[in-house]
Nanobody, 121 residues
């Protein structure tokens, strides 16, 4: 069983910074990619940023230039450094991973339980 556990959410004033971390644990072969999505009240879950095991990133235009995603393949972790936060960034942030669970490369998508980020104006 694979688990993703997020940490680092909280309350911050507009213009401030927060760092989210996510760690994968359990039994698996490797990780193809990890990333972050967010869901604000009354809105659909949306992509924030993803990073592949090779280091390729995909970052939403809404956070480009303010958020940076990084990963540590050896530790099976992914971080999201958030700067210049805005009230519009308020949401529950979910870690996601494409986890290889078999030697033939079969993978599953896994989600963490989420961490709340609240940005006050």
């Amino acid at each position: 069983q694979v688990q993703l556990v997020e940490s680092g959410g909280g309350l911050v004033q507009a213009g401030g910074s927060l760092r989210l971390s996510c760690a994968a644990s359990g039994s698996f072969f490797s990780i193809n990619a990890m990333g972050w999505y967010r869901q604000a009240p009354g809105k659909e879950r949306e992509l924030v940023a993803t990073i592949s095991s090779g280091g390729s990133t995909n970052v939403s235009d809404s956070v480009k230039g303010r958020f940076n995603i990084s990963s540590d393949n050896a530790k099976n972790t992914v971080d999201l450094q958030m700067h210049s936060l805005k009230p519009a960034d308020t949401a529950v942030y979910y870690c996601t991973g494409e986890i290889v669970i078999a030697q033939d490369g079969s993978s599953i998508g896994t989600w963490g339980k989420g961490t709340q980020v609240t940005v006050s104006s």
